[in-house]
């Protein structure tokens, strides 16, 4: 059986087309947000698995994700784009209050009795 040219054609760009990088995220967890010393704690197939399983992991520092990081000839660890963890504060519960005395013009007056 001869292969004609546009099927190698098709089978070459199928080929290519299933040889790109998976992504691979990177969670990175850094002190402070200001901070650039970091430790990699993970590498996941999606940025939903490494934003959940990094926020199990950063204690009070600093997470974000990152795409097909590699670290370069400078020694820098660089990604193809970063997804940080933006986190609501936890709402702190109001204090107790007690409601103020009532003034004297709202004390209660006793009913009146009319006859």
């Not at 197939?45 to 204690?59: H, I, R």
């Not at 590699?70 to 007690?98: I, S, Y």
């Amino acid at each position: 059986m001869r292969l004609t040219p546009l099927v190698l054609a098709v089978f070459a760009i199928m080929s290519l087309s299933s040889c790109q990088n998976a992504e691979e995220w990177s969670a990175i967890i850094h002190s402070s947000q200001t901070s650039v010393n970091h430790r990699t704690a993970g590498v996941y197939p999606t940025v939903q698995e490494c934003l959940s399983e990094g926020k199990k992991q950063k204690g009070n520092g600093y997470l974000e994700c990152g795409l097909n990081c590699r670290w370069d000839a400078q020694g820098l660890f660089n990604c193809e784009k970063t997804v940080v963890l933006m986190e609501q504060p936890e709402a702190k519960p109001a204090p107790k209050t007690e409601p103020p005395a009532p003034s004297a013009s709202e004390q209660k007056q006793p009913p009146s009795q009319t006859k």
